[in-house]
């Protein structure tokens, strides 16, 4: 069997949505588990995640997916707590050779969302991780995803809390391309 974790934060339920998406399209291959942890604030006392039991369970996944929605052009403090908490695993390079994967959400078509995306490919890398982005050049090979031209990872923009069809379909690639690669690594 193949795992995937999926971490994620999301306040009105953007990002949460597209977690599910990816939930949903890695758990409908007969040969995937997902290990699922929506980070809560009651996790995070005095600024610090607190619920560690969640890293041994992401140590037995072949790859981690991370979420977080755009907060001012970053992760959100919440995600951030969690990261930082996983510094006792960077020490023992705990999660290095794992897959590693992100989405964020924001209300803007351009609200710096890749430099969220461009946190988690450093948080990934501090990990030894394997970082794995979209393969879809838009204009040239037009899947019909990817709409905002991020080849980062997914990006999904909503100003009132609807989710784009293609937005969906992009999270719902990235969860395909990320089990097919962590077939492949197995
Ligand atoms: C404190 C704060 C900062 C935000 N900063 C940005 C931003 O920099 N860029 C952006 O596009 N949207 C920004 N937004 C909007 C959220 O990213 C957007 O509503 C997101 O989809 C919310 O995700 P969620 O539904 O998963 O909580 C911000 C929202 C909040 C509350």
């Not at 597209?18 to 809560?40: G, L, N, P, T, Y």
């Not at 590693?100 to 461009?118: F, I, P, V, Y």
């Not at 990006?155 to 937005?167: C, I, K, R, Y």
């Amino acid at each position: 069997m193949i795992k995937i974790g999926v971490v994620y934060f999301s306040k009105t339920d953007v990002t949460g949505a597209m977690a599910k998406a990816i939930i949903a399209e890695a758990e409908s291959q007969s040969d995937v588990s997902v290990i699922e942890h929506r980070i809560e604030g009651h996790e995070i006392i005095e600024g610090r995640f607190e619920k560690t039991d969640v890293f041994s369970l992401l140590d037995k996944c072949d790859a981690i997916i991370f979420g977080t929605p755009t907060y001012m052009g970053g992760v959100s403090a919440q995600f951030k707590a969690f990261a930082d908490a996983t510094s006792d695993l960077w020490c023992e390079q705990l999660w290095a050779g794992k897959i590693a994967a992100g989405l964020t959400s924001g209300s803007e078509l351009n609200g710096d969302q890749t430099s969220t995306l461009q946190y988690l490919v450093t948080l990934s890398n501090q990990h030894g991780m394997l970082w794995v982005g979209l393969d879809s050049a838009i204009g040239f090979k037009d899947r019909g995803i990817n709409r905002l031209g991020c080849q980062l990872g997914v990006v999904a923009q909503s100003s009132d809390g609807s989710l784009h069809e293609t937005d969906l379909e992009t999270a719902k690639y990235l969860a395909q391309r990320v089990v097919n690669l962590a077939r492949r690594l197995k």
